[in-house]
């Protein structure tokens, strides 16, 4: 981007920095001129929030973690059972040009280990801070997959008055993090909303990245943060304004932001931008897919075929990587809905051509195992899609588990003609994902809980309805 006027030096700019609020100022982008003089460096041993398990793989993790200041910072890790053998991860100087954010890999690991992590802030323990983290175990060609849960829920709007609508707070019920922590998840999906940036967020970066920071600094979130592997989509509210489409004149910005405070394996592929990037975690792949880098205008007319949600590249991949997957479980998630009839908004009815293309692919392949994720609605709801009859044969319905919100104002839903009966729900909840069984009884149940942990609704999916016998 050029220097613009935002990103020049002024004495007013240097007071502000210098201020109490000078270690929270963070850039989008790398290219801005921050002395380290400006921000102080941060007192040993402590964090501003972290550290978060990232992507977690059988031989590797990824941490991240923020430090409220300049400082050096590592991490020391070991198996629980076997102190004696600790390692420390590379040494990382975390400073204002990169929100004073590191991503600390944990290398040379064991399949299927609990390894206890401690943080070091320049050269002292973070207290109470320490993490463990379970590697993935090997399975493949050795026996049955094992049982295993994902988390998922979107839209976790936290209340700032400053900054927020008038009239009643929008936000609440931040206590779902503690059941969520209590679940000891394999992993932990969000689809996006993860946070809201504001009007006034969204006239720069720099306002994008106060709003990432004060986010990332909410004790009950950041215990929950620390507890659980987490991987991450966006939606509008955490891409740019509400709405937003390919458009967004910062979204290079976003999508710095977005990698530098997630720790997914991947952004994208090649040179197609995005926050689009698969997960394996046992005998699931879970395609996470990125509905705003590409998106066309919603006020372009649904049937002209150059509208997409998508866009062709990201699709390319998807198709691709659909056809390599051997996982027993496909599982597409995005930011909005696939397939409620009745969205009058941003959902993928609205792009019928796109979705039109790629469901007909779908049955043209007859790709078994697929399953869909989604938030965005302020609801939760399962989705049954009939298919039509191809070459003579029905193909099995495609179901959508759509989960929202974690934080925001619930919704009371629409008339979604696709609705399982009974799933609706108008209330604060997260989703789980629990896979279980073995052989032919290999099941994937979902379940909708409360803001207290309580089971609203299960549904039970067996390899039949996943069109695999």
């Excluded at 995005?274 to 394996?280: D, Q």
């Excluded at 397939?339 to 692919?361: I, S």
């Excluded at 409360?450 to 549904?459: A, F, N, P, T």
């Amino acid at each position: 981007m050029g220097a613009a006027p935002h990103s020049q030096e002024t004495p007013a700019r240097r007071r502000f920095l210098r201020s109490g609020l000078g270690a929270a100022v963070l850039l989008a982008s790398g290219d801005w001129p921050f002395p380290a003089a400006w921000a102080e460096p941060a007192v040993p041993g402590t964090l501003f929030a972290g550290p978060m398990q990232g992507y977690v793989a059988a031989r590797s993790a990824v941490v991240w973690l923020q430090t409220p200041g300049a400082a050096e910072v590592f991490l020391e890790y070991a198996p629980v059972d076997a102190a004696q053998t600790r390692k420390r991860s590379s040494i990382i100087k975390t400073s204002a040009a990169g929100q004073f954010c590191a991503h600390l890999v944990l290398d040379e690991l064991t399949p299927g280990t609990d390894y206890v992590c401690t943080a070091h802030v320049n050269g002292q323990p973070a207290a109470d801070r320490g993490i463990t983290v379970r590697t993935q175990k090997i399975w493949l060609f050795r026996g049955p997959p094992p049982d295993f849960t994902v988390l998922t829920g979107s839209c976790a709007y936290l209340n700032d008055p400053p900054f927020d609508r008038p009239g009643k707070p929008y936000g609440g019920g931040y206590e779902i993090y503690e059941p969520m922590t209590h679940e000891k998840a394999d992993l932990m999906v969000w689809l996006g909303d993860n946070l809201y940036f504001r009007e006034a967020d969204t006239l720069s970066p720099e306002g994008m990245a106060l709003r990432y920071r004060q986010t990332r600094g909410f004790a009950p979130l950041d215990q929950f943060l620390r507890s659980t592997p987490q991987v991450a989509i966006w939606d509008d509210h955490d891409y740019g304004p509400n709405d937003s489409d390919c458009s967004f004149e910062f979204k290079d910005d976003a999508l710095k932001l977005f990698k530098t405070y997630w720790a997914n394996p991947t952004y994208g592929v090649g040179d197609v931008a995005g926050v689009f990037t698969k997960v394996s975690l046992f005998d699931a792949d879970i395609f996470l897919l990125d509905d705003r880098w590409w998106r066309s205008a919603d006020a372009t007319a649904p049937g002209e075929r150059g509208k997409v949600m998508f866009g062709p590249a990201q699709m390319r991949w998807l198709r691709n990587a659909l056809l390599f997957s051997r996982a027993r479980f496909k599982i597409i998630a995005a930011g909005g809905q696939f397939f409620n009839d009745d969205d009058a908004y941003e959902g993928w009815n609205q792009f019928p051509v796109e979705r039109a293309e790629f469901l007909g692919w779908l049955q043209q392949y007859r790709v078994p195992g697929v399953l869909f994720l989604s938030g965005d609605r302020h609801i939760t709801e399962l989705i049954r899609y009939p298919r039509p009859a191809y070459s003579g044969k029905r193909d099995y319905p495609l179901v959508e588990f759509t989960c929202s919100p974690l934080n925001s104002g619930p919704a009371k839903g629409d008339d979604d003609p696709n609705r399982v009966p009974g799933t609706l729900v108008t209330e604060r909840n997260y989703g789980v994902l629990k896979f279980s069984g073995d052989g032919k009884n290999r099941s994937l149940e979902l379940v909708t809980k409360s803001v207290e942990g309580k089971v609203l609704w299960s549904h039970k999916l067996g390899l039949s309805d996943l069109g695999w016998i």
